[in-house]
């Protein structure tokens, strides 16, 4: 997977880790090897640029998705497609104020929303409650998966 992180905005950000939990997130939705995704992170001015624009909402958010191919997750028998997987930004002044409600470091609030940008691009979402719940869980479980193998 070529794995392109870019940080245009005022914050220093690990991207050392946010590549690792890229590519661990690519494994466990058994991603083809050669998928493309870009991260970008920008400040607010240019992520509420892009809320107005795609969701018609006012304000910064913490990411975006922007899926290019609709690659979905492969399966045990064999791994997705390969292609462009999309785009996600990230906004981490968004994130820095949402890990400190949430009592956590502002890195794990990115690699969280890095992994949640992920599963959009495969096309999970949570706009329904179900919708929600099973996306919200295979979250929890990639990102505890993920803390896990960094542990050892």
Request: glycine fraction near 6%.
């Amino acid at each position: 997977m070529s794995i392109e992180i870019t940080n245009e905005s005022d914050v220093e950000i690990d991207t050392d880790r946010v590549l690792l939990v890229a590519q661990f997130v690519r494994e466990q939705l058994k991603l083809h090897p050669m998928v493309d995704v870009g991260i970008m992170f920008i400040d607010e001015a240019p992520m509420t640029d892009l809320h107005v624009k795609w969701m018609d909402e006012p304000g910064p958010t913490d990411v975006l998705s922007f899926p290019m191919d609709e690659l979905r997750p492969g399966d045990e028998d064999s791994v997705s497609n390969s292609g462009i997987l999309g785009d996600i930004v990230v906004c981490p002044q968004v994130a820095t104020l949402q890990a400190s409600a949430a009592g956590h470091q502002m890195i794990d609030e990115i690699l969280l929303l890095i992994t949640h940008g992920m599963l959009h691009l495969v096309g999970y979402d949570h706009a329904e409650p179900k919708e929600e719940e099973e996306m919200f869980g295979l979250q929890r479980e990639i990102l505890a998966a993920f803390y896990e193998s960094e542990a050892k």
